[in-house]
């Protein structure tokens, strides 16, 4: 599942490269502090997961909460 972030759709998906980051954090650390993934963890890293979660569109910026603008807004 890391090889979806050699591609550019996670970027674009997000709005750019620092907002995927910036996504990737903060849902990393929700993780180790014990939240429940939303996708199947059998087998995979905290990173897998997180990947996979914006990959499915389960996650994603919260733009209204962030007040950063949405991507080509």
Same mark, same amino acid.
């Given at each position: 599942? %890391?090889?979806?972030?050699?591609?550019?759709? /996670? %970027?674009? !998906? #997000? +709005? +750019?490269?620092?907002? /995927?980051?910036?996504?990737?954090? !903060?849902?990393?650390?929700?993780?180790?502090?014990?939240?429940? @993934? /939303? #996708?199947? @963890? $059998?087998? =995979?890293?905290?990173?897998?997961? #997180? #990947?996979?979660?914006? $990959?499915?569109?389960? %996650?994603?910026?919260?733009?209204?909460?962030?007040?950063?603008? =949405? @991507? +080509? +807004?």
């Amino acid at each position: 599942m %890391i090889e979806a972030l050699m591609s550019d759709d /996670l %970027i674009d !998906k #997000v +709005g +750019g490269r620092f907002r /995927l980051t910036a996504l990737i954090q !903060k849902r990393w650390l929700e993780l180790l502090q014990g939240a429940r @993934p /939303l #996708v199947d @963890p $059998a087998g =995979k890293t905290e990173m897998e997961i #997180v #990947v996979e979660e914006i $990959a499915q569109g389960k %996650i994603d910026i919260d733009f209204d909460a962030s007040k950063l603008s =949405k @991507p +080509g +807004g």
